[in-house]
């Protein structure tokens, strides 16, 4: 593993220049050669496109500021680069996953793997943002996009992961990227809920989040219809797919990868712990550890995070099936600290 660490400070269009500028080189070498990214562009200043710019601009004004702020640093023109940060919300075929174990209890276990393109595995960044106004906050970043799409932690001692859902019921509305942003900017677990309750969604996610002081473990799972929120009381597994009560028969993809990785991960939990778990590559069907190059979903695991929250919080970041932590985080006081 080498997340390559980066700050960023001050308004939101400053932090988005920072992240352009980290993402730059990165975006061209790697994205913007593939048919993903002229699919994604293609679509710029479409109806559906302009639909979402105007709800997210309506709901989320700091985020589109950073988005802005992105393409600026990127050198690109901001119809690609939003039109890039909706791409999960145009398509329900994202070669995007990624698995979270969730613990409930004193204390409480979230750990995800992030699982992302193999040609990413050396150049994402570990981001430590100091936003003016808003929690500062240390977060997985994928270059030429803003955080919140993976996992992160913020000085009020929120913990968030985040899955894909290939959700195929795609309303105009605020980009899942975006929401996943405005996450981080959240200072409590019901301001979090509360959010993404209350703004028109383009897309699906899961996210696992829990907070330092608070004893609930969330899973939230949500469309651009439904909203879900269980409180979890026993150890529960997400991959990329809806999996609650009246979500699972919503319409959606769900891979190979994603039915068999939440399949092996439900048979080796509750027995198992979070690390092993995501650390695992048996089973009869495709592993929660992903290093094969021929990955169905075109997916390999760059990192895995191990968070434990009780009245603080510590994350460890493991390379893929690394027992020893690379990076260690602790948020204690509201002051976050990367050890």
Same mark, same amino acid.
């Given at each position: 593993?080498?997340?390559?660490?980066?700050?960023?400070?001050?308004?939101? $269009?400053?932090?988005?220049?920072?992240?352009?500028?980290?993402?730059?080189?990165?975006?061209?070498?790697?994205?913007?050669? @593939?048919?993903?990214?002229?699919?994604?562009?293609?679509?710029?200043?479409?109806?559906?496109?302009?639909?979402?710019?105007?709800?997210?601009?309506?709901?989320?004004?700091?985020?589109?500021?950073?988005?802005?702020?992105?393409?600026?640093?990127?050198?690109?023109?901001?119809?690609? &680069?939003?039109?890039?940060?909706?791409?999960?919300?145009?398509?329900?075929?994202?070669?995007?996953?990624?698995?979270?174990?969730?613990?409930?209890? =004193?204390?409480?276990?979230?750990?995800?793997?992030?699982?992302?393109?193999?040609?990413?595995?050396?150049?994402?960044?570990?981001?430590?943002?100091?936003?003016?106004?808003?929690?500062?906050?240390?977060?997985?970043?994928?270059?030429?996009? &803003?955080?919140?799409?993976?996992?992160?932690?913020?000085?009020?001692?929120?913990?968030?992961?985040?899955?894909?859902?290939?959700?195929?019921?795609?309303?105009?509305?605020?980009?899942?990227?975006?929401?996943? $942003?405005?996450?981080? =900017?959240?200072?409590?677990?019901?301001?979090?809920?509360?959010?993404?309750?209350?703004?028109?969604?383009?897309?699906?996610?899961?996210? =696992?989040?829990?907070?330092?002081?608070?004893?609930?473990?969330?899973?939230?799972?949500?469309?651009?219809?439904?909203?879900?929120?269980?409180?979890?009381? =026993?150890?529960?597994?997400?991959?990329?797919?809806?999996?609650?009560?009246?979500?699972? @028969?919503?319409?959606?993809?769900?891979?190979?990868?994603?039915?068999?990785?939440?399949? $092996?991960?439900?048979?080796?939990?509750?027995?198992?712990?979070?690390?092993?778990?995501?650390?695992?590559?048996?089973?009869?069907?495709?592993?929660?550890?992903? $290093?094969?190059?021929?990955?169905?979903?075109?997916?390999?695991?760059?990192?895995?995070? &191990?968070?434990?929250?009780?009245?603080?919080?510590?994350?460890?970041?493991?390379?893929?099936?690394?027992?020893?932590?690379?990076?260690?985080?602790?948020?204690?006081?509201?002051?976050?600290?990367?050890?």
């Amino acid at each position: 593993m080498a997340l390559i660490p980066l700050s960023a400070r001050g308004t939101p $269009r400053e932090i988005g220049r920072a992240l352009g500028v980290f993402g730059a080189e990165r975006l061209r070498r790697m994205v913007m050669p @593939t048919p993903y990214w002229a699919h994604t562009v293609a679509q710029a200043g479409t109806d559906r496109v302009r639909a979402m710019e105007a709800a997210a601009r309506a709901h989320l004004p700091a985020v589109m500021e950073e988005i802005e702020g992105l393409a600026e640093g990127l050198g690109l023109p901001f119809a690609q &680069v939003f039109a890039w940060c909706c791409r999960g919300d145009l398509r329900d075929d994202v070669p995007e996953g990624c698995t979270t174990v969730m613990v409930p209890g =004193a204390p409480r276990v979230i750990a995800h793997n992030e699982d992302g393109g193999p040609e990413e595995v050396n150049d994402c960044g570990l981001l430590r943002a100091n936003p003016t106004g808003a929690p500062g906050f240390v977060a997985f970043l994928y270059p030429g996009s &803003v955080p919140g799409t993976a996992f992160g932690v913020n000085d009020a001692g929120l913990v968030v992961t985040v899955n894909n859902i290939r959700a195929r019921d795609k309303p105009p509305g605020v980009p899942r990227m975006a929401l996943g $942003r405005a996450m981080l =900017a959240c200072r409590t677990l019901d301001a979090a809920v509360a959010l993404i309750r209350s703004v028109p969604r383009a897309g699906g996610f899961h996210f =696992a989040m829990a907070q330092a002081g608070d004893p609930r473990l969330l899973s939230v799972e949500f469309t651009g219809a439904q909203v879900s929120v269980e409180v979890l009381t =026993a150890p529960a597994a997400h991959a990329n797919h809806l999996i609650h009560p009246g979500m699972a @028969t919503l319409p959606q993809r769900v891979t190979r990868s994603s039915a068999d990785r939440q399949a $092996r991960a439900d048979a080796l939990l509750p027995g198992a712990a979070p690390l092993a778990v995501l650390q695992d590559a048996g089973g009869p069907g495709l592993p929660i550890l992903r $290093r094969d190059p021929a990955d169905p979903d075109e997916e390999s695991t760059i990192v895995t995070l &191990v968070a434990t929250v009780d009245d603080a919080v510590t994350a460890a970041i493991h390379a893929p099936g690394a027992a020893a932590a690379e990076v260690r985080l602790r948020v204690a006081t509201g002051r976050l600290e990367v050890l």
